[in-house]
């Protein structure tokens, strides 16, 4: 059975926050990173890793350096991946509203001056924010980029290497560096080939060989990083990804303010009530971000939220569906406009990749020799083509074989390769955490629990008007456990529901995290008491992978455990809180690495469900034995 475990780092930015793993120069402010989004690949030994990167600055200052645990192969990704896996995962707010009895509600539905969009987008990336012990393994070029691979014995030797080779290592790294050589990686070392710039920079794909894979290398992101730098994991395998060596926060629904931020659906949903939610995209994302940051906090600094778990058939047709194409491959046209055209209308995407290609194939002449209706891109490329094309100077000739094969090249076998991870392996984790640099103290690795539930990425709860005197005086809200909370306010049109003056929309004493858990690769979570996380987060960081975790089959859905592990919950701990770390045994069987806890804490979650879920016998002989649930 095939096995798969996907990472690829994205290092999203602008100039000012672009750094994480690139090695910037010291004569200006080096650049921070703003976020990471990862995708890791794997089958049964063979790691497949996508990775983004957005820069923006000068091409000859561009460099980036990323430690991998094996000498990886190089080629080129797709820069798609990750804006359509956000599409398909991005957390959803929903909020029923129940028609209210005996109130008015006919708020004027005048215009609204308010800013307006699709939806609540919630994408972390956007928060504000060779000298002598040196080998040189592999040098050469790949589309944009020259690249080297390099191991070392020191960390010295291996900056004087960079540092000679025209990448810019920053003051204190060596550290950093010093942890990944100790563990036998090797470094890949990109930059820009001579005569391109940085609108040339698109994702590289890597494959290596090497046994538990699933780490993120923060040690090093941690020397150019942002205060709380957002991190998103999507995982494909058989079954339900969890973190390892990292605790795992189910966030408190009674903590975030739903009123305000959830789309309204229903009858009552109307203009002027609850108003134009639209307006408050940005403010919503802020919130979600500040109390996923909050129960990070809550959970010492190093626990994941799993914002979906699922079929990845939710990625079925997203980046490539077949015959996308046409024909313009096989016989590509000779008539520029007929290309371009046929381009578009047969589905090759309107990135910014594909509109560096075209122009540098059909390259604009000077603005002075064009009409005005021919001078900006949206016109030449598109709007005006069939007239601007006659003012490409007479010396030009369009070579069509030349850029259909750089479409095909940088474009479609990318594509097509992205798009085919998510048609092998049937199951598609998204986790994600906050995290700042001093934080950075440990590599997040991650395995699969197979007996736990799907988790959607559509969050609903009911909202229900309260009413006095034919009048709105507040709202109750109903969570999906079936809790509720009262919040004293009105309707006004354009602005929805607002609290009464002095009432907190959310209550203040809420956590952030309802609950703080262990995950394991079997059965169901254990429930941290507040006392007891900082010593579970210190005892995870021994813990590792089973080898071949990735190929266990998701059981059925009868045999689920149900406990709350997902997003959001209001739910109390369905068993004893556990508030002391169990005596450590290490014992290793294959690569899994465990503890083995005291009676107490073993027999809470024997009792609490047995006869429910007799799930770790059946295929886990090879793994290490712990109280933990693994």
């Known amino acids: ?31 921070r990173q703003a976020g990471t989004a990862v995708l890791f690949a794997v089958r049964d030994d063979q790691v497949t890793a996508h990775l983004q990167v957005r820069y923006d600055g000068r091409a000859d200052g561009f460099s980036w ?94 900056l004087s290497w960079l540092a000679d080779n025209g990448y810019r290592p920053p003051s204190g790294v060596e550290p950093a560096i010093a942890h990944y050589l100790e563990q036998k990686y090797v470094f890949l070392a990109l930059k820009l080939a001579k005569g391109r710039d940085v609108g040339d920079i698109m994702p590289i794909a890597l494959s290596w060989a090497v046994d538990n894979p699933t780490r993120i290398p923060l040690r090093l992101t941690a020397l150019a990083a942002n205060a709380d730098v957002p991190i998103t994991a999507w995982i494909l395998g058989e079954s339900r990804a969890v973190p390892v060596n990292y605790l795992h926060a189910v966030l408190n629904a009674e903590a975030f303010d739903w009123a305000k931020c959830g789309m309204p659906l229903g009858p009552a949903a109307q203009c002027g009530f609850p108003g134009p939610w639209e307006a408050r995209n940005v403010e919503c994302s802020a919130d979600y971000a500040k109390l996923l940051a909050r129960a990070v906090d809550q959970s010492n600094g190093h626990a994941f939220v799993t914002e979906f778990a699922g079929s990845a058939l939710v990625m079925k047709d997203k980046l490539f569906r077949e015959g996308q194409w046409g024909t313009w491959s096989q016989a590509p046209l000779d008539n520029p406009v007929r290309f371009i055209r046929r381009l578009f209308v047969f589905g090759c995407p309107r990135t910014p990749l594909m509109q560096k290609i075209i122009r540098d194939h059909v390259p604009k002449p000077p603005i002075d020799t064009l009409p005005p209706d021919c001078r900006e891109d949206a016109d030449f490329y598109d709007l005006n083509l069939d007239k601007c094309i006659a003012y490409m100077p007479s010396t030009w000739k369009f070579d069509n074989i030349a850029l259909s094969n750089e479409i095909m090249e940088l474009v479609v076998k990318p594509t097509e390769s992205a798009q085919q991870l998510f048609l092998d392996f049937p199951y598609l984790t998204r986790l994600s955490t906050i995290v700042s640099p001093s934080e950075m103290t440990k590599d997040p690795v991650f395995s699969f629990n197979p007996s736990l539930p799907d988790v959607s990425r559509t969050h609903t709860v009911e909202a229900a008007p309260l009413c006095s005197d034919g009048r ?73 992978a089973t080898s071949g975790s990735a190929s266990w089959a998701r059981v059925p859905d009868e045999e689920l455990t149900v406990l709350p592990s997902g997003t959001f919950s209001t739910a109390p701990a369905p068993v004893a809180l556990i508030d002391a770390v169990p005596v450590r045994e290490t014992r290793t069987r294959g690569c899994g690495v465990g503890v083995r806890g005291s009676l107490p804490a073993a027999m809470a979650l024997i009792m609490a469900f047995v006869g429910l879920r007799g799930l770790a016998s059946r295929r886990r002989a090879t793994r290490a034995e712990t109280s933990l649930p693994r």
């Not at 509203?97 to 509600?105: A, I, K, L, V, Y």
């Not at 969570?479 to 009262?486: A, K, S, V």
């Not at 607002?498 to 169901?524: C, I, K, T, Y």
């Open 65 to 158: 350096v990323l430690p991998v645990p094996a000498v990886p192969t190089v080629d080129l990704s797709n820069e798609e991946l990750f804006a359509r896996l956000r599409f398909v995962s991005d957390p959803k707010f929903e909020v029923q509203w129940q028609p209210p009895e005996g109130c008015d509600t006919s708020a004027p539905c005048e215009p609204c001056d308010s800013m307006t969009g699709p939806g609540l987008v919630l994408d972390p990336n956007a928060l504000p924010h060779g000298g002598s012990g040196i080998e040189l393994l592999v040098q050469s070029s790949k589309g944009p980029f020259d690249y080297a691979i390099i191991a070392g014995d020191s960390p010295a030797a291996l």
């Open 472 to 544: 709105i005086r507040g709202v109750r809200l109903t969570y999906p456990e079936g809790t509720t909370r009262e919040v004293a306010g009105t309707i006004e049109a354009c602005k929805g529901f607002v609290p009464a003056p002095g009432v907190a929309p959310v209550d203040p004493g809420a956590p952030a995290a309802r609950h703080v858990q262990v995950l394991g690769e079997s059965g169901p979570p254990s429930f941290l008491a507040a006392g007891a996380i900082p010593a579970f987060d210190a005892e995870l960081s021994a813990r590792r």
């Open 1 to 31: 059975m095939r096995s798969a475990l996907v990472i690829a780092v994205l290092l999203s930015s602008v100039r000012a926050d672009a750094c994480g793993l690139f090695f910037c120069g010291e004569e200006t402010a080096p650049p």
